[in-house]
C-alpha cells in the first residue's frame, strides 16, 4: 500500500501538517528526505487533517485508509507498518466488486460462508492450500473489522455465529498460512504470524474506522456493547 502512495500523497500530507507555516514545511520535507515519507504518513496529525480537510485535492483511498488504520493500529499498542500496510491494501482490495468472496480476484468459484473455506483448505495443497488459509483470515478479519454490526444482527435473526467464533477461524487462518513454507518465500511469513497473534486488536481498529467513518450513524444496543468491551479489553481510544 505504501508504495502506491504518490507524489499529490506526498504533497497533500506535507501541505496539511504544515498548515501554512513556510518552516514546518521545510522541516517536514527534510526529514522526509533523510528518513523517508513514513515519517508523514505516522505523523499523529495526519488523520484528524485528512478529516478536516476540505480542499479541492481529497485524500486519495491508500492515503487515508493507511494513515487511519495507522493511528487506529497504534491505539491498541500494534506499532507495524507492515501489517498495517496488509490491513489497508486487504480494506482496499476487499471493497472492489465481490472480491472478498473469492480466495483469488479471478477464481471462478465464490465463498459466502468461512465453513466453506475451512473445508476448501482441508482439500486443498501446495499453492492453493496457502492461498485458502490466507483468503480466511483475511475474509474473518473484513467481516468481523468492517461489518460487525452484519454479524451482530444476523446472530440476532437466525442465531449465526458470533463475534468469537470468526475470530477464531481468522486466527487459525493467519497463523495456520504463516506457517506454510510459502509464507517465508512471499515475504509474508511475519505479517501473517503477526496478524494472527494480534487479530483482536486488528479487528477493534477496523470497528472503530467503521464506526465512526462509514457507518457512523447507526446505533444498536449489540454495537454499544461491543464497544464496551473492547474497550475494556483494549482500553479506550486515545
Partial sequence: MRSSLTAQ????AVSLLAAGSDAERARLESRA???GPD?????PRLMPAL??????????APLFL??????????LGVDDRDVTDYC????????RRDRAWRIEEHDENRYAYLVELVEEASRAEGERQF???????????????????????????????????YEELGRSGFRLASDHVLAERTGLGGVLRTAGERFGALRVALNRLSDRLLFPHH????RLLRQVADEFRFGAAH
Fill in 9 to 12: 500523497d506526498y504533497a497533500l
Fill in 33 to 35: 528526505r533523510a528518513e
Fill in 39 to 43: 515519517v508523514l504518513w505516522d505523523d
Fill in 51 to 60: 478529516l478536516a480537510h476540505t480542499g479541492l485535492t481529497q485524500p486519495s
Fill in 66 to 75: 493507511y494513515v487511519s488504520l495507522r493511528r487506529l493500529l497504534g491505539e
Fill in 88 to 95: 489497508a491494501a486487504m480494506v482496499l482490495a476487499f471493497g
Fill in 131 to 165: 492461498r485458502v488459509r490466507v483468503h480466511i483470515g483475511n475474509f474473518a478479519l473484513w467481516l468481523t473489522g468492517i461489518f460487525p454490526d452484519y454479524i451482530a444482527a444476523r446472530r440476532s435473526r437466525k442465531g449465526g455465529p458470533d463475534l468469537p467464533y
Fill in 219 to 222: 446505533h444498536s444496543p449489540d
